[in-house]
C-alpha cells in the first residue's frame, strides 16, 4: 500500500540547477506547495494577455514587489497539483545561469513565504505523495550521480519502476504464501490440507532470487561507484606514460630521470562503460629524499585501498627481484595484473616470454606505454579481472542500503524454512516469513519509518 498523500502546509523553494560562475546559460528555481502559483505571481511580470494555464511557459520578467525593480528577464512554468512531480501545485522560474542573477531570484522567492527547500526535499515530498516509490527515488539519486553512460542507463531502468516491479513481485509472492499459512492457524478445521513442501518450494525460489539480486547489486556498484585502479612499479618503468595512454590525455609528467612522480596522481576516465580511478603512485624504491619517501609511503596506502592493482614491469629489463618484492606488497585478496611494458624497445626476434614472470598466478599482458600498442588487451583483462563481463545482462541493481534489506529476506526466508525441516507448526513458520516480507516492503517504502526516509534523501542534492 502506497503512503496515503500529505499535503505539507508550508511551500519550499531551491535552486534546482548546478550554480557557478560562466557555468551554465539557464538556471532554475523550484517551487513546490499551496503557496507556489501565489508567489510566482506576485514575483513575475507577465506581458500582454498570457494565460496563467497549467502546464504552459510564460515569458516575462521577475521583478522586486518592493520597488517595482526588474531581477532578471525569465520564463516561468506553472504545474497545478496532481499534475506534478511532488503532486502539489510546483512553479519553476528559468532565470539567466551564473551565480548572482538566479540567487536574488531564490531570495525574492524566499522573501515572498517560501522556505528553503532541504536536501532530497522535493523527491521526498512526491513519495509522501505517492507520486514515486522508494526504489524511483533512489534512481533518481543515482541518474544525477551516474559516471557513465551504463550506470545512467541502470538508473532509468529503476525510475521506470523495473527494480519496484521485481521487488514487488516477490513480496507478493511471499504475502500469498503468508495468507495460506495464517489461513490454516485459525481456520485449518475448515480448509482443505496445505502441502507444506508446496509452500517451502516457493519460498525456496523467492530465496534463491533474492540472493541473485544481492549477488548483481555487487556488479552494479562498480558502475555507480567506479573502480580504484592503483598502478605500482619500480621507477622509470613506465607508470606515468601508461597514466597518459589510458586516460588519452597527459595528466603525469613523464621523463627519463627516476622518481620523477613525488606524489599519488589521480585520473578519473570511463573504460568500456566503467567508471575508474587510475591512482598513478610514485616508484617505490630506496630512497633518502624526504619528499620521495612521502610519496612512496602514500603508494603503500593507495595499495591497501585499491579495488585493483596494475604491476608495471619493464619487458626489456624482465621480471627481477625487485618487482618480486613489488608484488609482495600487494594486499592477498586484490585483483592485481601484471602488465609488462616496453615492448617496443625489445631486441628484434626477443620473445616476450622470456621476459615474463616464472610461474605467475596473476594474469600476464604486454604493451608499449609509447605507441599504444596493447592498450585495448590491457583494458580487457583488467575489466575481466574485476568481473565487469558479468555486467552486460545486468538489467537492475540494488544499491548498498536496498542490498542489506534483500540480504536480511533472504535470511529471514531460510530460518522460516528451517522451522519447516523440523516439521514445526504452521505458526512457526509464519514468524520469519513475516520478517522478510518486512524487509521488501522496507525496500519499495512501502514499511518504512520517518527515521530511515529522513536518512535517505538526506543524501539527495538540494533542489531535487
Known amino acids: ?6 499535503l505539507p502546509g508550508d511551500t519550499i523553494a531551491a535552486i534546482a540547477t548546478a550554480v557557478a560562475a560562466g557555468a551554465g546559460s539557464v538556471a532554475i528555481v523550484r517551487l513546490s506547495g499551496p503557496a507556489a502559483e501565489g508567489i510566482g505571481r506576485r514575483l513575475f511580470e507577465a506581458p500582454g494577455a498570457q494565460s496563467w494555464e497549467s502546464h504552459r511557459v510564460l515569458y516575462g520578467h521577475v521583478v522586486d514587489p518592493a520597488d517595482g525593480r526588474r531581477v532578471d528577464e525569465a520564463l516561468l512554468l506553472l504545474m497545478r497539483a496532481p499534475r506534478s512531480f511532488t503532486r502539489e501545485d510546483v512553479v519553476e522560474l528559468h532565470c539567466h545561469g551564473g551565480l548572482v542573477a538566479v540567487r536574488q531570484v531564490l531570495e525574492l522567492v524566499l522573501a515572498a513565504g517560501a522556505r528553503l527547500a532541504g536536501a532530497g526535499e522535493f523527491s521526498q515530498r512526491a513519495f509522501l505523495n505517492g507520486r514515486l516509490d522508494l526504489t524511483r527515488a533512489e534512481a533518481i539519486a543515482e541518474m544525477i550521480a551516474a559516471r557513465s553512460r ?11 519502476g523495473g527494480l519496484q ?8 509472492r511471499l504475502l500469498d504464501q503468508l495468507a495460506e499459512l495464517e489461513a490454516r492457524v485459525d481456520f485449518e478445521e475448515d480448509l482443505p490440507p496445505l502441502e507444506g513442501e508446496a509452500v517451502r518450494a516457493e519460498l525456496e525460489a523467492v530465496r534463491r532470487a533474492l540472493e541473485q539480486l544481492v549477488a548483481d547489486s555487487r556488479q552494479g556498484e562498480l558502475l555507480r561507484e567506479g573502480l580504484r585502479v592503483a598502478i605500482v612499479g619500480r621507477p622509470n618503468v613506465g607508470k606515468s606514460s601508461l597514466l597518459n595512454l589510458l586516460s588519452r590525455r597527459e595528466r603525469a609528467i613523464v621523463t627519463d630521470l627516476p622518481g620523477t612522480t613525488r606524489d599519488l596522481l589521480e585520473s578519473d576516465l570511463v573504460l568500456d562503460g566503467v567508471p575508474l580511478t587510475l591512482l598513478d603512485t610514485a616508484g617505490i624504491r630506496p630512497t633518502d629524499d624526504r619528499v620521495e619517501l612521502l610519496g612512496i609511503e602514500r603508494s603503500r596506502q593507495a595499495l591497501a585501498g585499491a579495488d585493483a592493482v596494475l604491476l608495471l614491469f619493464d619487458l626489456v629489463a624482465g621480471w627481477s627481484a625487485a618487482d618480486q618484492e613489488l608484488r609482495a606488497l600487494v594486499p592477498e585478496g586484490v585483483p592485481l595484473l601484471l ?4 615492448r617496443d624497445a625489445l631486441p628484434e626476434g626477443a620473445a616476450e616470454s622470456e621476459a615474463m614472470p616464472p610461474r605467475s598466478e596473476a594474469p600476464v599482458v604486454a604493451i608499449s606505454a609509447l605507441t599504444g ?18 555486467l552486460q545482462g545486468l538489467q ?3 544499491n548498498g542500503r536496498q542490498r542489506e534489506l534483500a540480504a536480511a529476506a533472504a535470511t529471514s526466508l531460510a530460518r522460516s524454512m528451517e522451522a519447516a525441516d523440523q516439521g514445526l ?22 514499511e518504512v519509518t520517518e527515521a530511515v526516509l529522513e536518512r535517505i534523501f538526506s543524501r539527495f542534492c538540494i533542489g531535487k
Do not use: H, Y
Not at 551504463?150 to 521506470?160: K, T
Not at 507448526?425 to 512501502?446: K, N, S, V
Open 1 to 6: 500500500m502506497q503512503p496515503a498523500p500529505q
Open 150 to 160: 551504463r550506470a545512467a542507463e541502470l538508473a532509468m531502468a529503476g525510475i521506470d
Open 165 to 172: 516491479r521485481r521487488i514487488g513481485g516477490l513480496r507478493e
Open 339 to 342: 602488465v609488462g611494458n616496453k
Open 373 to 390: 600498442a596493447g592498450r585495448d588487451d590491457l583494458v580487457a583483462a583488467l575489466l575481466g579481472l574485476c568481473g565487469v563481463s558479468e
Open 396 to 398: 537492475v541493481a540494488l
Open 425 to 446: 507448526p504452521w505458526d512457526f513458520w509464519t514468524i520469519d516469513l513475516r520478517g522478510a516480507i518486512a524487509g521488501l516492503g522496507a525496500i519499495t517504502g512501502e
